[in-house]
């Protein structure tokens, strides 16, 4: 079936320092996101992004997120500067058309731990 | 608060029998409820879904049954296996231009050899 693939698949990294988690979905889709799930409980939605713009966004979403897919490569997010409660696996998902049947397709994730 | 809530939190079954996970939601605007099952250290898959259009949803051995009135959906997975051991997420959304899955806190199913 269609893949979503996520690098790296896992990250260490110091607490205050930058991280891009990159996310290339299936290749007809427009609608993509990102979701954070703590510690194997349930998935949150942070964002989701169409057209080049975001058009929603969770108060999980903090300022120190933003994502981007600068010309349709990898769609990024970007945390500056990262914080312990960070910590999670987010994942990325696509969709080909978000308005109709939901069907979200999600990558195997990537981890990251804050120190 | 929970909008989208499962139960129970885990289960364990014999292989054979018959899994029943439940499912509720409050927002009488969703219209869309996939369930989606994770490995451990694997993504979530769509493993069926139904919408308001919809009582019962059936795919082999998984069938969705909805209870519009009380907002209650429950995945029945018949002659349950070993390799069904997952997590198994209720998931709702509602018409928009973004789509966004709500999920709840998922049902922890182990089904015993």
């Known amino acids: 079936g269609p893949k979503v693939l996520q690098i790296p698949s896992h990250q260490i990294i110091d607490m205050g320092q930058m991280v891009t988690l990159n996310c290339d979905p299936v290749s007809n889709h427009l609608y993509f996101y990102w979701y954070k799930q703590i510690l194997g409980q349930q998935m949150e939605f942070l964002v989701n992004?169409?057209?080049?713009?975001?058009?929603?966004k969770s108060k999980l979403f903090k300022d120190q997120f933003s994502v981007e897919r600068p010309d349709g490569s990898y769609f990024t997010l970007k945390i500056q500067p990262t914080a312990l409660e960070d910590s999670a696996v987010y994942f990325c998902?696509?969709?080909?058309?978000?308005?109709?049947?939901?069907?979200?397709?999600f990558g195997e994730g990537s981890k990251l731990t804050v120190l | 608060q929970q909008q989208v809530r499962q139960s129970p939190q885990s289960l364990t079954v014999w292989e054979g029998e018959t899994t029943i996970l439940n499912c509720s939601y409050e927002?009488?605007?969703?219209?869309?409820f996939p369930w989606y099952r994770q490995f451990p250290g694997k993504s979530p898959a769509l493993l069926i879904a139904i919408s308001l259009v919809s009582n019962k949803k059936e795919d082999g051995r998984f069938t969705i049954f909805f209870n519009k009135r009380e907002k209650k959906l429950s995945l029945h997975i018949t002659d349950s296996q070993p390799g069904d051991s997952a997590t198994y997420f209720c998931a709702a959304s509602k018409a928009g231009n973004t789509r966004k899955l709500i999920f709840g806190l998922g049902t922890t199913l182990q089904v015993q050899p």
């Open positions: 998902a696509s969709s080909f058309s978000g308005a109709n049947t939901g069907q979200l397709y």
């Open positions: 992004f169409y057209n080049g713009k975001v058009m929603e």
């Open positions: 927002d009488s605007t969703f219209d869309y």
